[in-house]
């Protein structure tokens, strides 16, 4: 089965060229719908995934980690119990549910590291959206409603947690072009320019 996989930084509208690839190829498209069934699996909410995906883990998540694998009777209980979905275990799964997806059907895949779960395949076409960073602030601004300082802080923090997470899972380098067959500039190119791009470069090489 061929397989998109789009990474993109916050404020490239990376989800938005994913979504048009999917409809563009017909192929199934795997965003929200992954967290969803990632959650499932793991018998948690949607929002309980996504407040934990493409980020890493704070230091007292790890310590709590650490705690209940050596000392589980030193995990505080009640209300303040610690719940077991550390970020090993979204990942383990999230890796999971992408192989069988990809070996269904033709898919899209948006970020989650599936540019490294998948970097093997020759059937597999990975996508990096990026944008210079006055262009993702003033998409994010948009996007959140917020003034253009706290979308630069926003657009800052979200792309270095998923620069981190990629490095702490794969330890590959997210922004790294040897990842990647495309890197597209959504901003000079457009988000329906780089639509274009990519399903060209979909029928042509899968």
């Not at 007292?60 to 610690?82: K, N, V």
């Not at 999971?96 to 990809?102: D, I, K, L």
């Not at 990647?180 to 399903?199: A, F, M, Q, S």
Request: proline fraction near 2%; hydrophobic fraction near 45%.
């Amino acid at each position: 089965m061929a397989i998109v996989t789009v990474s993109r930084m916050y404020g490239s509208g990376g989800s938005e060229v994913a979504a048009g690839i999917a409809r563009e190829l017909g192929w199934d498209l795997l965003d929200n719908a992954l967290v969803d069934e990632i959650a499932d699996r793991l018998g948690v909410s949607h929002e309980d995934v996504e407040a934990r995906e493409e980020r890493l883990p704070s230091l007292a998540e790890r310590l709590a980690a650490a705690l209940s694998l050596t000392a589980p009777e030193m995990l505080i209980t009640g209300e303040h119990q610690i719940a077991d979905l550390t970020e090993e275990r979204i990942v383990a799964v999230t890796q999971r549910v992408v192989e069988e997806a990809a070996a269904r059907d033709h898919v899209v895949l948006v970020g989650r590291g599936a540019q490294c779960m998948l970097a093997s395949r020759s059937d597999a076409l990975h996508v990096f959206c990026y944008a210079p960073p006055a262009a993702l602030t003033a998409r994010a601004a948009a996007r959140l409603g917020v003034p253009q300082a706290e979308a630069a802080r926003a657009v800052e923090q979200t792309n270095r947690d998923r620069e981190q997470y990629v490095k702490r899972h794969w330890n590959r380098a997210w922004r790294g072009i040897e990842n990647y067959h495309l890197c597209c500039n959504t901003d000079w190119l457009g988000i329906e320019g780089t639509i274009r791009l990519v399903v060209e470069a979909a029928r042509t090489r899968l």
